[in-house]
């Protein structure tokens, strides 16, 4: 399996995994979530929980792409962003690099008026009667 049908096989799977999201049924006196067809590719039957609100371990996309996974293609399946990739990368390297890299603009120079200039209203302010 090349890279090119392993990425067009798991938009696929991501389409079907979002189609199994939509499609259940939610059985709102036990208060979980069943599946409506059989989704062979996710390894899902029909009429298996898919989610339920106690003591239920929620099924794992990467998990499922690590079953259906070639051992041919290395490096088949990106890193979740806590392990490692570009998001990891970000946040330790790029957004703590030193503020004298990111320099911010310098305010605008307040006009200076001469000393000798009136001042409005004869400084009494706003407020004058």
């Known amino acids: 399996m090349e890279r090119m049908e392993w990425k067009a096989f798991i938009d696929e799977l991501r389409t ?3 189609m199994m999201w939509r ?3 939610d059985d709102k ?3 979980e979530g069943i599946a409506s067809k059989d989704y062979s590719s996710l390894f899902v039957d029909r009429g298996i929980v898919i989610i339920a609100t106690r003591d239920f371990k929620p099924l794992d996309f990467t998990e499922i792409l690590e079953r259906h996974k070639p051992p041919e293609i290395p490096n088949a399946i990106p890193p ?3 392990v490692g990739g570009w998001g990891k990368f970000i946040r330790n390297v790029l ?3 030193k503020p004298s ?3 911010r603009r310098e305010p605008p120079q307040k006009k200076e008026r001469p000393k000798n200039q009136q001042k409005k ?3 009494r302010g706003w407020l004058h009667y």
């Open 95 to 97: 957004n703590k690099q």
């Open 80 to 82: 979740s962003p806590s």
């Open 121 to 123: 209203k004869g400084g």
């Open 101 to 103: 890299i990111k320099r």
């Open 23 to 25: 499609e259940r049924i």
């Open 16 to 18: 079907t995994w979002k």
């Open 29 to 31: 006196v036990r208060a």
